[in-house]
């Protein structure tokens, strides 16, 4: 089991920035790949970000909406990933999730095994 704990969403402003945290304990979080996922009002949940496990190189893969201004990484002493958000646009207002699974490059949610409550990042224009 892998317990995920998102964190450092909130408000800004159109064009500035924010770091989302994702914790997680449990199994090694090492061996896991995470991916950040969004999911607006009325919309459906949609993929932002992949960090593969180490096995896998740390490989980094991005939706197109967001390549340029989201930079993924992972500090494993810390069993954390981090999302930079830069340049954020109101478009990017949404609940951000994180999730954990075994699959390399995955982007879709049901390749992921374990997910996080979530976080709200509000983009103001």
């Known amino acids: 089991q892998v317990h995920l704990v998102e964190s450092g969403g909130g408000l800004v402003q159109a064009g500035g920035s924010l770091r989302l945290s994702c914790a997680g304990s449990?199994?090694?979080?090492?061996?896991?790949?995470v991916g950040w996922f969004r999911q607006a009002p009325g919309k459906e949940r949609e993929f932002v970000a992949i960090?593969?496990?180490?096995?896998?190189?740390?490989?980094?893969n991005y939706a197109d909406s967001v390549k340029g201004r989201f930079t993924i990484s992972r500090d494993n002493a810390k069993n954390t990933v981090y999302l930079q958000m830069n340049s954020l646009e109101p478009e990017d207002t949404a609940v951000y999730y994180c999730a954990a699974g075994r699959t390399f490059g995955a982007t879709m949610e049901r390749e992921y095994e374990y997910w996080g409550q979530g976080i709200q990042v509000t983009v103001s224009s």
């Open positions: 449990g199994r090694p979080f090492s061996t896991y790949n």
């Open positions: 960090n593969s496990n180490s096995w896998n190189g740390g490989s980094t």
